[in-house]
């Protein structure tokens, strides 16, 4: 649709608009992890630091070595890319078999399961972790990594069943028909049909897993006390615990957190933008 | 015979994963609602310790007046972020669905935001409302809507003003998001169509644009009062569900119950009534939803 010079300038209005309020928290946060505790600490409003520094981030791999109260960041860290990368690939398989019975075999009780993997998405995480912390703690199963994998891969399976089977189900049928007359297994089929076609929904799934798991900070904090096992939300948050709020270390560690999502976020935009419409076009 | 057991071997792992760590908790959990389980959780390892109690911990979590207050403290923070962000967000995915210079990028930031971890959200703007170094803090004072700097997170109402915009912040992103990508994938022939008939563009928003969107507000809008009536993070990061319970929602009162006084059954209680809501929820938006489709 063509636009008047008039509605060109209200559009760019709104664009910019839109932009300060989407950039102008990050753009803060930025300076703030450049400026010095002592900029930090003034009482005086101001927008940029006196002078630049990067002490924020060497401080934050070094602190725990002065004192032992700061949970080590480079440690919660790796246990955050391990706990987050395992439960997307564990999630990933498990879904993916599941969705291809779902959208490709009739069997009894088909749109009962359906439904109660959408219900399931709907319980809220508190009434599951008061159970699973009685459980695991009995079990004597907490500050494990182990323990912390499966809980999410369960909490992610409704979600990544529910879209995963929504893109089996948009691939034409006609090519693995011509399989099975080959004598191909359904396993060959999903393995070299199946997959390679819907790898873009595959990937949307595996990045809103991993970017659910990379987040998750209730269970994270019940789940682990030791340093060995926190992860990366519940070290950020003790930064915070301790009498004096740190905010230099809390939000430079903010920081290095985000880095991870946004990065995979804006490499893998189109995956994403698209993953959204078919949530929202399937519910 | 093994074709109509194929499709069950498929299902095997997702179905032992959910039964163990979904649904079997979920009922044990309506277990330790009916027994009066509290501090020592060894106690269930006795059956002769288990008492029974019949509803008197859901009677207990209903005569709880902090429960009432979180209650309508809950909805009022979700029907107010949830507002926003829809407005807000519509609002955003409609201007930059317009033409512009640098398109993509501005859409690529938009997506900034919603993967920004909460935990970090919620930092984020604690440090803004920093009693005496945060920006915001300094802002208001120098606008002059405070006399000097203020403590906003220490006042029950500022405080949960200040938390609401930092979750509408947050979550206005994926509201933008998902009604961007519902927007670009609507017919561009009845647009024309509507101008050719001199359809104002005011009118062709809520007689065209919206109705065609509403499959997809409805998805934003199910996934965001799920999301807000359990929002949990951002409550214990920034006040703890201070002061003197001013910030207390649901989601933070059970875990406070259950995590931080070890009242498990009280907690589990809870837990079963929020789920109760939710569930409710989740049959309005449905029966809205294939209503309108038909």
Redesign the interface.
């Known amino acids: 649709m063509e636009r008047t010079k008039n509605q060109q300038f209200f559009i760019y209005l709104g664009v910019i608009a839109v932009m300060i309020f989407t950039l102008a928290p990050i753009i803060l946060l930025i300076i703030a992890t450049l400026s010095s505790g002592q900029d930090l600490n003034s009482k005086t409003l101001h927008f940029l630091p006196s002078h630049w520094t990067l002490k924020n981030f060497t401080d934050i791999f070094t602190a725990e070595s002065n004192d032992a109260s700061v949970p080590p960041f480079m440690q919660a860290l790796k246990n955050s890319i391990i706990v987050s990368l395992s439960t997307t690939f564990l999630t990933l398989i498990i879904a993916i078999l599941a969705s291809y019975a779902i959208s490709r075999f009739r069997f009894k009780g088909q749109n009962g399961l359906l439904m109660s993997t959408l219900g399931f998405r709907m319980v809220p995480e508190i009434a599951l972790l008061i159970p699973l912390f009685v459980i695991f703690a009995r079990f004597g199963a907490i500050n494990n990594l182990s323990s912390l994998i499966l809980i999410y891969t369960a909490f992610n399976l409704p979600f990544a069943i529910w879209m995963l089977q929504g893109f089996f189900r948009s691939i034409p049928k006609s090519m693995e028909e011509s399989a099975y007359l080959d004598g191909v297994s359904s396993f060959g089929v999903l393995i070299r049909f199946i997959l390679p076609i819907s790898l873009s929904g595959i990937i949307a799934t595996g990045i809103f897993v991993l970017l659910a798991s990379w987040d998750e900070f209730m269970f994270a904090s019940i789940f682990t006390s030791t340093y060995d096992s926190k992860t990366i939300t519940v070290a950020i948050s003790e930064f915070s615990k301790r009498g004096m709020v740190n905010f230099g270390m809390q939000i430079t560690g903010g920081l290095i957190a985000s880095l991870p999502p946004i990065i995979l976020a804006l490499i893998f935009q189109k995956f994403i933008v698209s993953g959204l419409s078919e949530g929202s076009e399937k519910g | 015979m093994i074709k109509?057991i194929?499709?069950?071997?498929?299902?095997v792992?997702?179905?032992l994963?959910?039964l163990?760590?979904?649904?079997a908790?979920?009922l044990?959990?309506i277990f330790?609602s009916f027994i009066d389980?509290t501090k020592n959780?060894?106690k269930?390892?006795n059956p002769n310790l288990w008492s029974f109690i019949g509803f008197t911990n859901y009677i207990n979590v209903l005569k709880d007046s902090v429960f009432w207050s979180s209650l309508v403290r809950t909805i009022i923070f979700t029907v107010v972020t949830v507002g926003f962000e829809f407005i807000?967000g519509l609002?955003?995915a409609l201007?930059?669905n317009?033409?512009?210079r640098a398109r993509g990028l501005?859409?690529?930031?938009?997506?900034?935001?919603?993967?920004?971890?909460?935990?970090?959200n919620a930092?984020?703007?604690?440090?803004?409302y920093?009693a005496?170094?945060g920006?915001i803090t300094?802002?208001l004072?120098?606008l002059g809507f405070t006399d000097g700097?203020s403590n906003i997170l220490s006042h029950t109402t500022s405080a949960l003003i200040a938390i609401m915009t930092a979750d509408i912040?947050k979550n206005?992103?994926f509201v933008a998001?998902?009604l961007?990508?519902?927007l670009?994938?609507l017919p561009k022939d009845i647009?024309e169509a509507a101008?050719v008939d001199g359809v104002k563009p005011f009118q062709r928003l809520f007689s065209i644009t919206i109705p065609l969107l509403a499959?997809?507000i409805?998805?934003?809008l199910?996934i965001r009062t799920?999301e807000a009536?359990?929002a949990?993070?951002i409550i214990?990061?920034m006040t703890g569900g201070g002061p003197g319970g001013g910030t207390q929602l649901l989601?933070f009162l059970?875990?406070q119950q259950?995590?931080v006084f070890g009242n498990?059954s009280y907690?589990?209680a809870l837990?079963?009534i929020?789920?109760i809501f939710?569930?409710i929820f989740?049959v309005i938006y449905i029966r809205i939803?294939y209503k309108d489709r038909g």
């Open positions: 109509k194929r499709p069950y071997v498929y299902l792992p997702a179905f994963v959910i163990c760590v979904t649904l908790p979920i044990y959990s330790i389980l959780v060894h269930l390892d807000l609002a955003i201007i930059l317009e033409k512009f501005v859409r690529g930031l938009m997506l900034i935001p919603w993967a920004l971890p909460t935990i970090v930092v984020l703007w604690k440090w803004f920093d005496d170094h920006t300094g802002l004072a120098r700097y912040w206005t992103a998001l998902i961007l990508a519902a670009q994938s647009y101008k499959p997809a409805l998805v934003a199910i799920m009536f359990k949990f993070d214990y990061i989601s059970a875990y259950s995590m498990f907690g589990a837990a079963q929020m789920s939710t569930m989740a939803f």
